[in-house]
């Protein structure tokens, strides 16, 4: 028997950790059942959370640090109730929690110490020479695993066994039940684009899109088979030539599940959106509609050519034209990628506001082998985008997520904040949202304040009034200042 492991993971905090199905391992394993091996599944990743203690690279950071999943005991307490496999294969995501796949590996390790372990997934991929230094794997297959593994496992047991002539679905009946209540799924792999801070065509090389009769069968699959009715699209690239690929599927996705609903929660390409691929996201039932922008002046920094204002304002203008409320348009914003300005981002996060659709902050997370990546000598522990420095500290991204969500709760409730003019969203604007910083020239503070320039100029000279800002030897005024100290 093979046995397929997704290990538990240590981090400081992550949402719904225990709600992700690895389809990987899934994919890897659902490709050796076809090709006539018995397999099991063992997922260590339950909806457990504890407190444990952090490696020692991470001893002198902040905040607590869980143990998300199984613990030590209960994790080889679960493996000893498996009758030793021929192989263990072991999938790993994020790279900067490797020091939880080297644990599971030590720990699988105790308990069955003459099975081979190999080890696949993100973390593998991205830094295979680290993960064959570290993780204690006896192999380390690096990218797409379904081929790989098969030839491995033969070479190691003897066998024979060919690959399937098409792949499998991944093996969705491996999960345990809890983790069933929706389907992940993968229309293409992949993206057409390279940001400079991403790892896409790292893990795929490229863009790659599956057979529309094949999304369709997979969708009836789930659909039927195992009445799921929540569809997780996280596709990088999903509506890449959308009139002969997502059209074509959503078309019959639609007629033939009246009853699913689908999800877009890896950000949507902006310049991608049709009147017509967003009319039949509607009908698929997405909600919230999820974007990819960035702060807007760093985007081209990053090779994302295609985000600007204009443009994000026609994508919102078009998403309101096929059905789509402003307040269900989630915006997702990097925040701290190395090139990024304070200004550039709260500039960003205004323009979402003002359009009125919910501005998402993400920690910018470095990602070796990224044209971004410049930390080759850090442990891969402290790139963990919840320790990451930059733009906004790790206290000030936690008040500012606070406060934008609060604003666009007001405005969900109809309260708009942002552009509103009765008296009483007047004031709760003028409480809520400090105004731009206003500057004034020596000529228009006379003005402003009816005095002759000269006697603006005497008072500077005299020290009474203080330039908050000189360009040369052109002095400014910030005008709030100037109207809470009237100098005259
Ligand atoms: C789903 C997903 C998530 C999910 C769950 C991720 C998880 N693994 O826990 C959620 C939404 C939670 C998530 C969150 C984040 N994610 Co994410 N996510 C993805 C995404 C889109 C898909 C992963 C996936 O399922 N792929 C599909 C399967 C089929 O591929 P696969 O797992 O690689 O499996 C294949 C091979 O690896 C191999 N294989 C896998 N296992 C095994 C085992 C064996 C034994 C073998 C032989 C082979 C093998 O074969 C498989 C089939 O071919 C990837 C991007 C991508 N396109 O891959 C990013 C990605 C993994 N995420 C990334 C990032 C940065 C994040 C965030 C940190 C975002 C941020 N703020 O910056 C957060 C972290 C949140 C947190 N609180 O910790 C980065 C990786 C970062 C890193 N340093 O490792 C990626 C690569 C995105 C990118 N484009 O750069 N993410
Ligand atoms: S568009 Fe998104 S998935 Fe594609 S390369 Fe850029 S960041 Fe990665």
Same mark, same amino acid.
């Given at each position: 028997?093979i046995?397929?492991?997704?290990?538990?993971?240590d981090?400081?905090?992550c949402?719904?950790?225990?709600?992700?199905?690895?389809?990987?391992?899934?994919?890897?394993?659902?490709?050796?059942?076809?090709?006539?091996?018995?397999?099991?599944f063992?997922?260590?990743?339950? #909806?457990?959370?504890q407190q444990t203690?952090k490696p020692?690279?991470?001893?002198?950071?902040?905040?607590?640090?869980?143990?998300?999943?199984?613990?030590?005991?209960?994790?080889?307490?679960?493996?000893?109730?498996?009758?030793?496999p021929?192989?263990i294969?072991?999938?790993s995501s994020?790279?900067?929690?490797?020091?939880s796949v080297?644990d599971?590996?030590?720990?699988?390790?105790?308990v069955?110490?003459d099975v081979?372990?190999? &080890?696949?997934g993100?973390?593998?991929?991205?830094?295979?020479e680290?993960?064959?230094?570290?993780?204690g794997?006896?192999?380390?297959?690096?990218?797409p695993g379904?081929?790989k593994?098969?030839?491995?496992? +033969? /070479?190691?047991?003897? #066998?024979?066994r060919q690959?399937?002539?098409?792949?499998p679905f991944?093996?969705f009946d491996?999960?345990?039940?809890?983790?069933?209540n929706?389907?992940?799924?993968?229309?293409?792999?992949g993206?057409t684009r +390279?940001?400079a801070?991403?790892?896409?065509?790292?893990?795929y090389?490229?863009?790659?899109?599956r057979?529309?009769? /094949?999304v369709?069968?997979?969708?009836?699959d789930?659909?039927?088979?195992?009445?799921?009715r929540?569809f997780?699209?996280? #596709?990088?690239d999903?509506?890449?030539?959308s009139? +002969?690929?997502?059209?074509?599927w959503?078309k019959?996705a639609?007629r033939?599940?009246?009853?699913a609903?689908f999800?877009?929660p890896?950000a949507?390409l902006?310049?991608?959106?049709?009147?017509?691929n967003?009319?039949?996201?509607?009908?698929?039932?997405?909600?919230?509609?999820?974007?990819?922008?960035?702060?807007v002046?760093?985007?081209? &920094?990053?090779?994302r050519w295609?985000?600007?204002y204009r443009?994000i304002?026609?994508?919102?203008?078009?998403?309101?034209?096929?059905?789509?409320?402003?307040?269900?348009?989630k915006?997702?914003?990097?925040?701290?990628?190395?090139t990024?300005?304070?200004?550039?981002?709260?500039?960003?996060?205004?323009?979402?506001?003002e359009?009125?659709v919910?501005?998402?902050?993400n920690?910018f997370?470095p990602?070796?082998?990224?044209?971004l990546f410049?930390?080759?000598d850090?442990?891969l522990?402290?790139?963990? +985008?919840?320790?990451?420095p930059?733009t906004v500290?790790r206290?000030?991204?936690g008040?500012?997520?606070?406060f934008?969500d609060?604003?666009?709760?007001?405005?969900?409730?109809?309260?708009?904040?942002?552009?509103?003019?009765?008296?009483?969203?007047?004031?709760?604007?003028?409480?809520l949202?400090?105004?731009?910083?206003?500057?004034l020239t020596t000529?228009?503070?006379?003005?402003?304040?009816?005095?002759?320039p000269?006697?603006v100029?005497?008072?500077?000279?005299?020290?009474k009034?203080?330039?908050?800002k000189?360009?040369?030897?052109?002095?400014?005024?910030?005008k709030?200042?100037?109207?809470?100290?009237?100098p005259?």
């Open positions: 028997m046995l397929g492991i997704n290990p538990f993971f981090d400081y905090y949402y719904h950790a225990y709600k992700y199905q690895p389809i990987g391992i899934l994919s890897v394993l659902a490709t050796l059942r076809s090709a006539g091996y018995e397999v099991g063992l997922d260590a990743l339950t #909806n457990r959370r203690r020692k690279e991470l001893e002198n950071t902040e905040g607590g640090y869980y143990r998300y999943g199984l613990g030590d005991k209960a994790f080889q307490q679960a493996l000893m109730k498996y009758t030793e021929q192989v294969l072991m999938t994020m790279t900067f929690r490797w020091h080297r599971a590996i030590a720990l699988t390790k105790e069955f110490p081979p372990v190999v &080890l696949g993100i973390y593998a991929t991205l830094t295979y680290h993960a064959l230094q570290h993780s794997a006896d192999f380390v297959v690096q990218g379904e081929a593994a098969l030839s491995l496992i +033969n /070479e190691l047991t003897g #066998n024979k690959m399937p002539e098409t792949l991944w093996a491996l999960l345990p039940p809890e983790k069933r929706f389907a992940m799924l993968l229309t293409s792999y993206c +390279n940001c801070h991403c790892a896409s065509r790292l893990l090389g490229g863009y790659k899109r057979d529309v009769d /094949e369709i069968e997979e969708i009836d789930r659909y039927h088979r195992h009445s799921v929540e997780h699209l996280y #596709n990088d999903l509506l890449e030539d009139p +002969n690929h997502f059209e074509l959503a019959e639609i033939r599940f009246p009853k609903r999800h877009v890896n949507l902006i310049d991608q959106l049709t009147l017509r967003a009319e039949l996201m509607k009908e698929l039932k997405v909600k919230p509609i999820v974007l990819g922008v960035d702060a002046h760093e985007a081209e &920094l990053l090779g295609w985000i600007s443009a304002k026609d994508t919102v203008s078009l998403l309101e034209k096929a059905g789509f409320k402003r307040y269900d348009i915006v997702y914003v990097h925040v701290s990628h190395p990024q300005t304070l200004r550039s981002l709260l500039e960003t996060i205004r323009f979402l506001l359009l009125g919910r501005p998402a902050l920690r997370t990602i070796p082998g990224t044209r410049e930390h080759q850090t442990d522990a402290l790139l963990n +985008n919840k320790l990451y930059g500290s206290k000030d991204f008040k500012l997520k606070a934008i609060a604003i666009h709760f007001l405005q969900k409730g109809g309260l708009d904040l942002i552009s509103g003019t009765d008296e009483f969203t007047e004031t709760a604007r003028s409480i949202i400090p105004k731009r910083k206003e500057y000529t228009q503070v006379a003005r402003y304040l009816g005095v002759d000269s006697t100029r005497r008072h500077i000279k005299q020290g009034l203080i330039p908050a000189r360009v040369g030897n052109r002095a400014y005024f910030d709030s200042q100037i109207e809470k100290e009237l005259f």
